[in-house]
């Protein structure tokens, strides 16, 4: 059973997610406020974390940061009354992998739930992906460069992946946040282009392209697949 943990400091707002998300089968736990939501954070094994911004002792970005510090693979989704593209871009930096914007809906609270944990499972093939330095286990969900382990967030490896599957075709922003974010998710088209900027940090700028005028590709010869035995 997947464990979501809900940290919001407005009680009614925690009380419709919970009843929406226990439906669904989840295992919920929830925190009032930043401090209490770190404790249940580090207590407990997590595997996605409803986070909102505007928190008591300890806000959201603090929250982010010291989560994604310790943990680079659960899914971190945040919850902002604020409407701002720098908002986004700044918890994106922070190592959030989505953003919703209040108020919403619960239905497609769940429904964007549920696809991500569809999406992480249909990832989770037995097989590994080998391009020179460039090593993906997709069966762990780790990736390694120059044998080294990198520490991607959930969405930076699924962004890494959705290119690498598409290589030498030519994507466009558009194209990566609906594919990668979703249809229903808001966000502007530079998200793409700040989690496209952290990765070709940590693969020291190789293989992605910038096409100007049109997006991004993933420019590789050979890709070697490799079944898991």
């Given at each position: 059973m997947k464990r979501i943990l809900i940290i919001e400091d407005e009680k009614n707002i925690r009380k419709i997610i919970k009843d929406y998300l226990k439906k669904e089968n989840y295992k919920i736990l929830e925190a009032e406020d930043g401090e209490e939501g770190l404790n249940k954070f580090f207590e407990n094994n997590i595997d996605l974390v409803i986070l909102d911004i505007m928190l008591p002792k300890i806000d959201g970005w603090s929250v982010c940061k010291q989560i994604r510090h310790k943990n680079k693979e659960v899914y971190i989704l945040m919850l902002t009354a604020r409407d701002k593209e720098l908002d986004e871009i700044f918890g994106f930096e922070l190592g959030a992998d989505e953003y919703i914007t209040k108020p919403f809906s619960p239905r497609v609270l769940v429904a964007k739930i549920n696809r991500i944990f569809k999406k992480n499972l249909e990832l989770n093939k037995s097989n590994k992906i080998k391009i020179e330095k460039l090593l993906i286990n997709k069966d762990s969900h780790r990736v390694y460069y120059d044998n080294n382990l990198l520490n991607l967030s959930p969405k930076e490896y699924e962004l890494l992946l959705y290119l690498i599957e598409n290589?030498?075709?030519?994507?466009?922003?558009?194209?990566?946040?609906?594919?990668?974010?979703?249809?229903?998710?808001?966000?502007?088209?530079?998200?793409?282009?700040?989690?496209?900027?952290?990765?070709?940090?940590?693969?020291?700028?190789?293989?992605?392209?910038?096409?100007?005028?049109?997006?991004?590709?993933?420019s590789f010869k050979e890709i070697d697949y490799e079944k898991n035995k």
């Open positions: 290589k030498n075709i030519v994507l466009s922003r558009e194209k990566i946040l609906d594919n990668v974010w979703g249809y229903n998710f808001f966000g502007d088209v530079r998200t793409v282009d700040t989690h496209i900027k952290k990765l070709r940090k940590k693969i020291e700028n190789n293989y992605i392209e910038t096409i100007r005028g049109y997006g991004y590709m993933f």
